[in-house]
């Protein structure tokens, strides 16, 4: 291919590198990445549509899909408000260890997702410091029920919101705020007309990120969710018995259902972005 | 125009001075204080007792059953499994990261907008679907894997498995850190280093290299931290041997799910210091060299 | 309206911004708060407008002390330095922000709105320009949208933050016929803060000199060019 053509692949540049560089990603990327879920989308292929529709069509995966997308729906709707608040406190209020809280956010990205599950199931289980006096007072067990599949997501999806929105809040000037005052509005109209409008990009994209990590998510929950079939099994585990169970095609289609849900997720990412940049660069 | 001096105003009604001025971008004191207190009891309640809790598990009985829990030999396997792990995956990454960024940053060509959402694709992968993806490509019944466990390189519940699933999981970290970061700083310095006669790996090491040290080491430091707690893809395509291929946090699980609390809790405790030492390094990064660090938002 | 300011003064921390400065500014007027940065004047004028709080003194607005009024209250139409438009809204909705906030009771109909909207954007000469964004306008039609949205809330006074800072020279030249036109048809008491000598003496009627949070001078432009009453002035005349 002709280098300098109008139909180059490429730019020409002075700069070295770009095949050695662009070998190395795409060999490394094919071979960790592309090749392996290809090898799922063949898989897939060969099984043909009525089996896979018949399996995933199955009440038992059914249920276990819609547990997995419910709950990290809720999840994600909760981080969607409490990590708006959170971003807004650490951005705009001071107070004494306000680094530290800062820092902490990014625990649940650290902390590895076998250990949150054990920790947070030690917590919530009937006997533990949490989940006996909830019980006792509220009448409600959390560990071993889908409240506590709900409290892992949030858990693991905790830092998502805050830190998309951390950096748009630092960024909004004072002068907006202030020229929506001067203009009359109260501080509950320059939030709802100035602030979360130009926040909503931001809180979008945290939220889809949330929710695709926490509809996949299987290390944290699936101590604490007490992996009843029909009640509490999420579908990450159901491919997990399936494949105990040597039933390689029960866990593709499962898997096969939750790649299209994820890549729906990721499109809604990229629109979101596409048309957040429209609007509001520049100015 | 008409006279400057303050004639001594005679006042209708003053409008009356609240007691305390709220800067009209400020919320009202009562609201900050409340929302400030709401927000972090719920951290406390979500994330710092769960941290502490794991401590309190582990040393339930005393320090001595810890430690002695650690020394068993399965567990002291596990330590250096995903030590070992880590070694090459996380190299790997970074290698890969360096490399994608250089060709995503410093060309212009047709296809960069597609291997950007390749990269990022892990991340919308359920970690247990990476693992049976990989499992499908290289397990001993398809004909690729046959071949390879015919031929005695075993993948699939072996470590070379656990290493590509371990990849897999954490493949966009260093790329995700160096791509901001070096569309920012542009081509300016690597051309003038060539114009003074430098060599292509020269031009790397001398111009390129240093400017994205701190987000290199930023992205290496997430990528080991996740790379050492990966626990779903793991459990997928490790088989789980006792000893052999069972990395710290599937032998936290196997000893949790066997009611070995306090030893689940020791190897859970070492894994949240790691997770501790992680966080402080990444802030140290982050306030030392804010601006060396790429300014993009949602770090993982 | 008329303005007097009563032995203000305005200090951050332990820094002073403002010593206790007095200054009556007739209704009508169009006056220029002149100096350099750090000299108070920008401090001034966002205490006029209620979005600081002064650490002592008074502020009057047509014989009313006004100076515990709420921002929202006072009716101020305030042009920021760098123009503070709403990036997401289009202009028309920019210049209608004011109106839509109103409470329920006083808010114009929408089609009252439409109108207003309409009038402003012809009396700023940009008749074409509603359904865009403000990242679709060069500087200066940004600077004309600014204080068409000050004018919309039909304000008692406008104060501007270096209005044609941000400008270059020959749009800043037009804009300052403009603003003069804008001030002469509104009848409006019209604060403007910068720091170029130039632009205070072709424009105000009154020039305040400013300098380290003291009022050097008051009086207007010719008389502070022929007879300087401080060294200050003279230099910074002189520049």
Known sequence: ????????????????????????????????????????????????PAELWATIGSERVLSALALSFRAALIAALFNLVFGLALAWVLVRYDFPGRKLVDAAVDLPFALPTAVAGIALTALYAPNGILGGPIQDWF?????????GIW????????PFVVRTVQPVIAEIEQEVEEASATLGATRLTTWRRVILPMLTPALLTGFALSLARAVGEYGSVIFIAGNLPFKTEIAPLLIVIRLEEFDYNGAVAIALAMLAISFVLLLLINLIQVWSRRHTAGA | MADMTISPPALSAPVPRPARFTRCTDEPRWLRWTLT?????????????????????ALRDGWALAVESLAEPDAWAAVKLTLIVAAVAVPLNALFGVAAAWALTKFQWRGKAVLLTLIDLPFSVSPVVAGLCIILLFGANSDFGGWLVANGYPIVFAVPGIILATMFITFPFVARELVPLMTEQGKAEEEAALTLGASGWRMFLTVTLPNIKW???????????????????VAVVSGKIRGETATMPIMIEMLYNEYLSVAAFTMAAVLTLLALVTLTLKSLLEWRYADQLAAAGGRH | ????????????????????????????????????SGSGKTTLLRILGGLEEPTSGRVIFDGTDATGMRVQDRRAGFVFQHYALFRHMTVFENIAYGLRARPRATRPSNAEIGQRVTRLLDLIQLPDIAKRYPSQLSGGQRQRVALARALAIEPRMLLLDEPFGALDAKVRKELRQGLRDIHDATGLTTIFVTHDQEEAMELADLVVVMS????????????????????????????
């Open chain 2, 37 to 57: 207190i709401l927000v972090l009891a719920v951290l406390a309640v979500l994330v710092v007792i769960p941290l502490a809790s794991v401590f309190f598990e």
């Open chain 1, 139 to 147: 009448g409600f067990r959390v560990a071993y029920t889908e409240i």
């Open chain 3, 1 to 36: 309206m008329q303005i007097q300011i009563d032995q203000i003064a305005k200090e951050f921390g332990a820094a002073t911004a403002l010593l206790p400065v007095s200054l009556n500014v007739p209704s009508g007027a169009l006056v220029a708060l002149l100096g350099p």
């Open chain 1, 1 to 48: 291919m002709s280098r300098t053509g109008a139909w180059s692949l490429r730019a020409p540049s002075p700069l070295p590198g770009w095949g050695l560089s662009l070998g190395i990603t795409l060999t490394l990327l094919s071979l960790v990445v592309l090749l392996p879920i290809g090898a799922l989308l063949t898989r897939a292929a060969g099984i043909g």
């Open chain 3, 212 to 239: 380290m949070g003291r009022i050097e001078q008051v009086g207007k432009p010719g008389d502070i060019q022929a007879r300087p009453q401080t060294d200050f002035v003279r230099d910074f005349i002189a520049a």
């Open chain 1, 151 to 158: 409290i892992a997501l949030v858990f693991v999806g905790l």
């Open chain 2, 215 to 233: 987000a290199l080491l930023y992205g290496v430091l997430l990528c080991n931290a996740r790379a050492m707690g990966e626990f779903g893809a």
